[in-house]
Nanobody
Framework: QVSLEESGGGMVQTGNSLRLSCAVS????????MGWFRQAPGKELEFVAF????????FYGDSAKGRFTIARDSAKNMGYLQMNRLKPEDTAVYYC??????????????WGRGTQVTVSS
């Protein structure tokens, strides 16, 4: 079983950047794909991006394209989400997850507890 722990969230002003990290433990060699999702207050869980652990192929949701970059360091068992030019609408709890990949949360079986990102205007 894989355990995940996010870090790096916080409060920033519009236009600033944050880098979220996701530490993988337990059975990191079993990771196929890491995804990032977010959930804003009163809204449904939203797909942000995913990355293939082996080949590093990445795919982004519309809200992340051009501003966010997903990465992983398989040697360190770490995943990252670099978020630039943040906007107030990026305010949410951000979750990392591992699974078979795709944009649906149902395809991810292991989840972290989330990290809060708040962007002030």
């Amino acid at each position: 079983q894989v355990s995940l722990e996010e870090s790096g969230g916080g409060m920033v002003q519009t236009g600033n950047s944050l880098r979220l990290s996701c530490a993988v433990s337990g059975r990191p060699f079993s990771v196929d794909t890491m995804g990032w999702f977010r959930q804003a207050p009163g809204k449904e869980l939203e797909f942000v991006a995913f990355i293939r652990w082996a080949g590093a192929d990445a795919f982004y949701g519309d809200s992340a394209k051009g501003r966010f970059t997903i990465a992983r360091d398989s040697a360190k068992n770490m995943g990252y989400l670099q978020m630039n030019r943040l906007k107030p609408e990026d305010t949410a709890v951000y979750y990392c997850a591992t699974g078979s990949g795709g944009t649906s949360s149902a395809l991810y079986g292991s989840w972290g507890r989330g990290t809060q990102v708040t962007v002030s205007s």
